[in-house]
């Protein structure tokens, strides 16, 4: 079974912080990708990366980067925390066929 | 116009129930189509997965793509309490987006 991995389910931090979320995958995907997630609107795209190093800009980057350093880890980062990026983050991978999730960190910025 | 288009319900259905649960889409040049199932406070996990026009069971699931009118379906027979969750349905082009209906959320009342 795939196993994609996010170092936390709950984290609260203060405005201004700068935040990194992790998220490990295990089958060695090529792809894999950052969504945020809220009530009403579904899930959006943030960033993904289709190989090491490499990153794209999905619906909504601004305020967040992401890196990959390896092949196996991606992480997004949130330079300067707001209230308005309170939200459900879910991490997926994907070998070029439907993504797998890992179970997402509730994130909120106080 | 989104690109996958889905009811957010709230549907609520007597245990034994048949349910169907259903998406449009507006982009022809999907391929792949995907249901995924998100239990509260988890991510999101593939249900099924689908490739072009037609039909795919799986025990109780079945899951329907009628690319002549951009229509996409999953149909649950012998509804039980443990499928009380929110359904995504998803779109893929081959190429490094996915895209994501907001969700269905199902509650089978025993």
């Known amino acids: 079974d795939v196993k994609v991995t996010q170092s936390s389910r709950y984290l609260v931090k203060r405005t201004g912080e700068k935040v990194f979320l992790e998220c490990v995958q295990d089958m060695d995907h090529e792809n894999m990708f950052w969504y945020r997630q809220d009530p009403g609107l579904g899930l959006r795209l943030i960033y993904f990366s289709y190989d090491v190093k490499m990153k794209e800009k999905g619906d909504i980057p601004e305020g967040y980067s992401v890196s990959r350093e390896k092949k196996e880890r991606f992480s997004l980062i949130l330079e300067s925390a707001s209230t308005n990026q309170t939200s459900m983050y879910l991490c997926a991978s994907s070998p070029n066929q439907p993504q797998h999730f890992g179970d997402g960190t509730r994130l909120s910025i106080l | 116009q989104k690109e996958v288009e889905q009811d957010p319900g709230p549907l609520s259905v007597p245990e034994g129930a048949i349910v169907s649960l259903n998406c449009t889409y507006s982009n022809s040049a999907f391929q792949y189509f995907m249901w995924y199932r998100q239990y509260s406070r988890k991510g999101p996990e593939l249900l099924m997965y689908?490739?072009?026009?037609g039909n795919k069971e799986d025990g109780r699931f079945t899951a329907q793509v009628d690319k002549s009118s951009k229509y996409i379906s999953l149909f649950i027979r012998d509804s039980q309490p443990s499928d009380s969750a929110t359904y995504l349905c998803a779109a893929w082009d081959t190429g490094n987006q996915f895209y994501f209906g907001t969700g269905t959320s199902l509650t089978v009342i025993p």
């Open positions: 689908t490739y072009s026009s």
